[in-house]
């Protein structure tokens, strides 16, 4: 591609074709097809490297015939959004995939055709406007807030119908049918919505064999959450059922990658590494209790035998052993991140985190005998029975850490936001005020212990009014304003909105 003139336009291009060098990539664009799609993470750089569902889709539809799939992804001061494979620009793609994860990157969609000058409302776009398709983890439990901006809402695991939707769409596309003929080839898909024909999705998509398609990285690089380890995803849904988290709920049966298929993906991975950088790659691997694992013993005694690096997503405190400890440092990790929620047993009942606090004192010294020194703990707050002791007990518990010789203690705090279709649907997040001075006494409570941090109180009321918000919101988001403005008014609407329940429903509306 012919590198832009405009100053503003090349410092753009020269960021992402700088991210695309840096990469080592185990997949590729085809280069050709008869349909452009273009795969866009709503979000950062770094957020897009460490998400394997995107990374999914971007396998799955470079392997259907006539597509061709390039890999965007956002951020606020770009204005031209160059491919991060070919890096042509995305107005020369005819069909924007949005694989979307977190409530705030509805914003970031908005602000992205916004800035394209597409139409926000589907019902509004014409022939020279592109499709857009949003599929990825909203869609398991509240996609309402996407009504009136997707033509295409896919709901639920994408390996089965993404190849299906994407075949069905494509010689309709081809041929330059009008918009309305091209969505109605869909329309006898169940997993999927189309709004612009108030079409609604009759089920949700579960994968039910991991081992015919297994998920892993397409690409590796530095800037992701887990560095350059290459991520395997181990097993999809949860055994678990926490109170506070939908994976449990909304992505059940828990289905695990068969070992022998894993060794594969492993030794596959291996092969690519060293033919692209001559080394082994570390691995990182990805699920919602990786630990679960059932045959986590198999793993880490094969990881041993290899001497390979290898880290996980998660650990469940109950299930720490001492052969994974060894093997994690093996690879001189020095920090290990843990997430029991609360400080005292009694809340994490109240979550249905069946963690007692024998079982923490436990994990924590096997920890530190394992010669780990930083931990990363994630807790919440915000629940309605905790008390000021309960908040108090996390002072307590880094004191008693402290002495087992943790020196770098990380302590991550986000307020109970609950979400639908789990036991805590019918709550809501507590009032500014009451966060705000729940916050304060944990502050003052471990100044000098260790480092904490907060997610923004303005987050967590954002996050909460879309995770329950029905489609009335999703009228606020295609307003033409610009996506800072209507966070500013969605929030002024928090602090006096009536909240409603529609029949058999505990989405919010939003007057």
Not at 396 to 412: A, C, D, P, Q, T
Request: hydrophobic share 35%; net charge neutral; with cysteine.
């Amino acid at each position: 591609m012919r590198k832009p003139r405009n100053s503003a336009d090349f410092a753009e291009f020269s960021t992402v074709k700088a991210f695309s060098e840096e990469e080592t990539q185990y997949d590729r664009h085809k280069g050709y097809g008869d349909v452009d799609v273009a795969l866009i993470f709503p979000s950062d750089y770094d957020q897009t490297v460490g998400n394997l569902g995107y990374h999914k889709v971007f396998q799955i539809l470079n392997t259907v015939e006539g597509v061709n799939c390039e890999r965007f992804y956002y951020d606020p001061s770009f204005t031209k959004f160059y491919s991060l494979d070919s890096f042509r620009p995305i107005d020369e793609f005819s069909i924007w995939a949005f694989s979307i994860h977190f409530e705030l990157d509805i914003f970031n969609i908005v602000e992205m055709l916004r800035k394209k000058g597409i139409p926000l409302r589907s019902v509004e776009r014409r022939g020279e406007h592109p499709f857009i398709l949003t599929c990825g983890s909203l869609t398991y439990f509240n996609a309402c807030p996407l009504w009136e901006l997707a033509d295409i809402i896919l709901y639920g695991d994408a390996e089965d119908p993404l190849p299906t939707l994407v075949k069905t769409i494509v010689p309709a596309v081809v041929k330059g049918k009008r918009r309305q003929e091209v969505l109605e080839t869909l329309s006898e898909m169940e997993t999927v919505a189309l709004p612009p024909l108030e079409k609604e999705h009759r089920t949700l998509s579960v994968f039910s064999s991991l081992s015919r398609f297994p998920s892993r990285s397409s690409f590796v690089h530095p800037k992701g959450p887990f560095g350059r380890k290459a991520l395997i995803e181990v097993g999809r849904g949860c055994l678990r059922r926490c109170s506070f988290c939908v994976t449990g709920f909304t992505r059940s049966p828990a289905r695990f990658l068969p070992f022998d298929i894993l060794k594969k993906e492993i030794e596959d991975l291996i092969d690519k590494e060293q033919a692209a950088c001559g080394k082994a790659p570390a691995f990182g691997f990805i699920s919602a209790t990786p630990t679960d694992y059932p045959h986590l013993p198999e793993l880490l005694a094969f990881l041993e035998r290899s001497s390979l690096d290898f880290g996980f997503s998660s650990i469940r405190l109950e299930s720490i052993s001492d052969a994974l400890l060894s093997g994690l440092r093996r690879g001189d990790q020095q920090s290990i991140t843990i997430a029991p929620e609360a400080a005292t047993e009694r809340i994490r009942w109240v979550l249905n985190k069946g963690i007692t606090d024998g079982q923490l004192a436990d994990a924590l010294e096997r920890i530190a005998r394992a010669g780990f020194r930083e931990v990363k703990c994630y807790c919440l707050f915000g629940i309605e029975e905790e008390t000021e002791e309960d908040l108090l007990a996390f002072a307590r518990l880094v004191e008693e850490w402290r002495k087992l010789g943790f020196y770098k203690i990380h302590m991550s705090f986000n307020p109970l936001i609950p979400k639908p279709n789990t036991p805590f649907e019918s709550r809501v997040l507590e009032s500014e005020g009451t966060l705000r001075r729940k916050k304060k006494l944990l502050e003052n409570a471990l100044r000098g212990l260790c480092q904490t941090q907060f997610e923004s109180l303005r987050n967590s009321q954002l996050q909460s009014l879309l995770a329950k918000g029905d489609r009335s919101l999703s009228k606020h988001l295609v307003s033409g304003h610009s996506g800072q403005t209507i966070q500013k008014q969605l929030l002024q609407n928090v602090r006096t909105q009536t909240r409603t329940k529609d029949k058999g429903s505990s989405h919010a509306t939003i007057r």
